[in-house]
């Protein structure tokens, strides 16, 4: 899950292994969820996303699950490569109806995949 | 096929120093957005432009302003530089989807 201060939560898994980054959001009307991925020295990149309405959404690799009642947010990345080491961020939107996004970020995850 | 274009990569200011953060991007995306990243931290958002013609503040808008100059580009600018807006700026876009922002490869301001 997110963490307060300067030291992010860290996963470390071997190759090959599923991991699960944890993200617990704050606003109860959000009502739109995203995942980043972001490499050193890059922007965050989009992976996945999910609206209020779903509980779990499938892409390739990758499963965001979302529980409302406690307000959570998983991503599951199966069968982890090196390649998918980086910093993973949940975003939340509370967007009431408008066309565009203010996403709020939590602190973000570092993922480290050791072949 | 550029996307989000930011210039300069990497500046070292003094305080006091102003300076412009460039921002372009080539989607015909109508949102557009400035993000700042601390160490350890997720990003917050600095100011957004919704459409052409409009500007807003985010969460930490202070020290700030912004230009939508046209569709395509939408600018930063530090007035008057000061230590703490020492960061990675991170400009964005999104386009009809709404809430999926594109970033930018980011600009790394040091104020010293």
């Known amino acids: 899950g997110e963490s307060v201060g300067l030291h992010l939560p860290t996963l470390s898994v071997q190759e090959g292994d599923n991991s699960i980054i944890n993200c617990a959001y704050s606003?109860?009307?959000?009502?739109?969820f995203i995942w980043y991925k972001q490499e050193s020295g890059k922007g965050p990149q989009f992976i996945i996303d999910?609206?209020?309405?779903?509980d779990k959404r499938q892409g390739q690799r990758v499963t965001v699950l979302l529980n409302k009642t406690v307000k959570h947010l998983s991503l599951q990345i199966a069968a982890t490569q090196p390649g998918d080491s980086a910093v993973y961020f949940c975003a939340e939107n509370d967007a009431g109806g408008t066309s565009y996004g203010k996403l709020t970020f939590g602190q973000g995850t570092i993922l480290t995949v050791h072949p | 096929n550029a996307g989000v274009t930011q210039t300069p990569k990497f500046q070292v200011l003094k305080t006091g120093q102003s300076m412009t953060l460039q921002c372009a991007q080539d989607?015909?995306?109508?949102?557009m957005y400035w993000y700042r990243q601390d160490p350890g931290m997720g990003l917050r958002l600095i100011y957004y432009s919704a459409s052409e013609g409009t500007t807003d503040k985010g969460e930490v808008p202070n020290g700030y302003n912004v230009s939508r100059l046209n569709k395509r580009e939408f600018s930063l600018r530090l007035e008057s530089a000061a230590p703490s807006q020492t960061s990675v700026y991170f400009c964005?876009?999104?386009?009809?989807?709404?809430?999926?922002?594109?970033f930018g490869a980011g600009s790394r301001l040091t104020v010293l």
């Open positions: 989607m015909n995306h109508n949102s």
């Open positions: 999910i609206r209020s309405n779903m």
């Open positions: 606003n109860s009307a959000s009502d739109y």
């Open positions: 964005a876009s999104s386009g009809i989807s709404g809430v999926v922002l594109t």
